[in-house]
């Protein structure tokens, strides 16, 4: 019984610590800079105006971002 603790434990401390680096290891690259686009003409079916711009030139954008 004691040798089943004792490798019980074991176990959970090889879980914890395999856990521990598979987190550390797994993070997301983050980069800085500037991303150059070609010029784009949009235009639609329906007729209006655009009544608001949400984002300025030079704004940071992400997916979030409605």
């Known amino acids: 019984m ?3 603790t004792i490798y019980l434990i074991l176990l959970m401390l090889v879980l914890i610590a395999m856990a521990a680096l598979f987190r550390a290891h797994n993070q997301y690259l983050l980069l800085q800079g500037e991303v150059d686009a070609p010029e ?3 235009s639609s079916k329906a007729k ?3 009544v608001e711009r949400l984002i300025e030139r030079g704004d940071d954008v992400n ?3 409605r």
């Open 2 to 4: 004691k040798k089943r």
């Open 40 to 42: 784009v003409i949009v």
């Open 48 to 50: 209006g105006r655009v």
């Open 63 to 65: 997916r979030d971002r």
